[in-house]
Structures are given as structure tokens and as C-alpha cells.
């Protein structure tokens, strides 16, 4: 199983960036996805996630209206669309599923893959 996590980058204070999380030997389909982050000396947080049954999204305050998880069936590939991006944005994007559950969802302990992480720099 692998997830592949890119799209990350340098991008301006207010600029936007769309990173993907692709997966092989592992079907979203079975699956919640998630985004989690880890800026520099602080602890890795719940950005978002999609149920891939029935759809559901959850956002993390910091990112709602802001940034956008979606899917693409097809392709086996889930992406984050960031938009508005500010310094508070900087950190480390890892794509992660499991089988989190609406209770559990913002917990990284109910994720069991992994990507490598992608990291996404906002300078002002």
C-alpha cells in the first residue's frame, strides 16, 4: 500500500495550491481520507476529510471556506484545493486513510496509511 502525496510548493501570501494523494494497493472507496499538517516545532493537526461513502466533509476551523477536499473516483486520487493560503498555512501535508468514523475522523490515530508528506512554504 502507498499513498503518494505532491502538489506542494512555494506560493505568496494569498495564493492558492492544489496538492493530490494518490493511491495504489489501496481503494478510497473502502476508506475515509484525510489531510493532516505539521508546521515546524508544533504537533501534526486535522486539516480535513471525506468520507468516501456517502461524501461527508470535515474541515478544521483554520481552513473552512478556504480550502476544499475532493475526489476523483476514477483515478483513485483525493486532492486538498487551497486557496487564501497564509504564513499560518506552512507545514508539512500529509494525506492519510483509514477507518475513521464521524467521532473520530480528526483523530490521526484512527488512520492506519500514510503518505510521505508534501511540504507547502506561504511567504509573505
Known amino acids: 500500500v502507498q499513498l503518494q502525496a505532491s502538489g506542494g510548493g512555494l506560493v505568496q501570501t494569498g495564493g492558492a495550491l492544489r496538492l493530490s494523494c494518490a493511491a495504489s494497493?489501496?481503494?478510497?472507496?473502502?476508506?475515509?481520507v484525510a489531510w493532516f499538517r505539521q508546521a515546524p516545532g508544533k504537533d501534526r493537526e486535522f486539516v480535513t476529510a471525506l468520507r468516501w461513502h456517502g461524501g461527508s466533509t470535515y474541515y478544521a476551523d483554520s481552513v473552512k471556506g478556504r480550502f476544499t477536499i475532493s475526489r476523483d473516483n476514477a483515478k483513485n486520487t483525493v486532492y486538498l484545493q487551497m486557496n487564501s493560503l497564509n504564513a499560518d498555512d506552512t507545514a508539512v501535508y500529509y494525506c492519510a486513510a483509514g477507518q475513521a468514523i464521524t467521532s473520530t475522523v480528526r483523530n490521526d490515530a484512527a488512520y492506519g496509511y500514510w503518505g510521505q508528506g508534501t511540504l507547502v512554504t506561504v511567504s509573505s
Open positions: 494497493g489501496l481503494s478510497f472507496s473502502r476508506y475515509t
